[in-house]
């Protein structure tokens, strides 16, 4: 057994750049799980970077203008942009969600006798009815609760909220104006020749970029595409259950099957078993569907070619580790682990092929000498 292990690390880690990658990768990974809740205003940043880094190369090509210039006006345009999302927005969610709440006692209760009508054909006993009832109320009553015990802790939720809208803006700005620096900066502690961790970034670099823009993309598409159809269809709270819709694409397959419910629920409480509950479910269906088969595939140029058993368990791994982050970057983690498999399994035929070249450059140097 000690001399497969033996083999297994001579073959795999006999090349430096081997080691250096799997060191990075440790201290990477090892700061996040660690440090993640204080670094979340940086990571914050670091995506929303990204996702403008594109917007300020186009300013940079086709305006004309150099980096700094281009920076302040992209930042200007994002600053408006969460203006209007705060200002703008949040009002008109928060609004429906007081109301969704105040009006939740009678969705249930038209849900009860709902179920009720089921034990007419068989389907449920009327003591299965009952007790699903009670566990409805158990649970509405720890809601109630939580409730109360967040509203008196919100004081400092909201200190902290304040402290992000400033930190995270700040963050930004430097990221994109100072990228380059920042990157030098980080370069200098590395080691010059580092062929394994460069092929493995800039794999990265690229699936990260792409992912965070498109999504981005997707989500506000997704959401103000079912904007326009449930305010059309006069569904009740169209807005939050439109931001519910486009939030959910965050996590593949698992999200959209999620957020079925809320959108269904409220259908059939305000219109029943009739035509337009089955209209909406159908426009819903339809939005879902030309987002995974059209939207995606022009939104996202690189295409992951990630398996979805694969992309489910990330989410699931990456998740429990690291909570929304986990699930945002589920994809792109799971790439990051694709790349550095494949960098891995190339290490032993890039280590053979470095040992040829310094034999032939050790001979060519003797025949010199000579």
Same mark, same amino acid.
């Given at each position: /057994? ?10 795999? &880690? ?37 996702? *403008?880094?594109?917007?300020? =190369?186009?300013?940079?090509? @086709?305006?004309?203008? +150099? ?7 992209? &930042? ?21 969600? @007081?109301?969704?709440? $105040? ?20 389907? *449920? ?9 009670? =566990? ?42 100072? @990228? ?14 580092? $062929? ?7 794999? /990265? ?7 965070? $823009?498109? =999504? ?17 269809? +006069?569904? =009740? ?81 990456? +998740? ?21 498999? $494949? ?28």
């Amino acid at each position: /057994m000690f001399d497969v292990i033996t083999k297994w690390y001579t073959r795999y &880690f006999s090349d430096p750049h081997a080691v250096l990658l799997a060191l990075i990768l440790i201290v990477g990974f090892t700061i996040v799980l660690t440090m993640g809740n204080m670094l979340a205003p940086a990571l914050a940043g670091i995506v929303i970077a990204y996702l *403008l880094e594109d917007i300020v =190369k186009a300013c940079q090509d @086709k305006g004309n203008m +150099g980096r700094l210039p281009a920076v302040i006006v992209v &930042f200007a345009g994002f600053m408006t942009f969460v203006l209007f999302i705060i200002f703008g927005m949040v009002p008109l969610i928060s609004s429906q969600i @007081k109301e969704l709440v $105040r009006e939740l006692p009678n969705y249930i209760s038209q849900s009860k006798a709902a179920i009720l009508q089921l034990t007419q054909y068989g389907f *449920l006993t009327q003591q299965q009815v009952s007790q699903f009832a009670e =566990k409805i109320d158990t649970e509405i009553a720890q809601m109630g609760q939580q409730l109360v015990t967040s509203s008196l802790s919100s004081i400092p939720d909201m200190i902290t909220i304040l402290v992000y809208l400033i930190l995270v803006p700040m963050l930004i700005f430097f990221f994109l104006k100072d @990228k380059w620096v920042i990157l030098g900066w980080v370069s200098r502690f590395l080691p010059p020749e580092r $062929r394994m961790a460069s092929q493995v970034w800039e794999e /990265m670099d690229l699936q990260l970029g792409n992912y965070v $823009r498109g =999504k981005f993309w997707e989500i506000m598409i997704v959401a103000s595409v079912c904007v326009v159809v449930f305010g059309f269809m +006069g569904l =009740k709270y169209a807005i939050l259950l439109a931001v519910l819709v486009g939030l959910s694409v965050l996590v593949p397959y698992i999200g959209a099957a999620v957020v079925t419910i809320p959108v269904a629920f409220i259908a059939y409480v305000q219109w029943g078993w009739t035509s337009e509950f089955a209209y909406l479910m159908v426009a819903y269906a339809i939005i879902q569907g030309l987002d995974g088969n059209l939207l995606v595939p022009l939104l996202f140029s690189e295409v992951v070619n990630v398996h979805p058993v694969a992309i489910i368990v990330s989410i699931l791994v990456f +998740g429990g580790l690291w909570g929304f982050w986990g699930v945002f970057f589920a994809i792109p983690l799971a790439t990051l682990v694709g790349a550095t498999l $494949r960098a891995f399994a190339l290490a032993p035929e890039h280590a053979e092929l470095a040992a040829a070249e310094a034999a032939n450059g050790n001979s060519d140097q003797s025949v010199s000498e000579a």
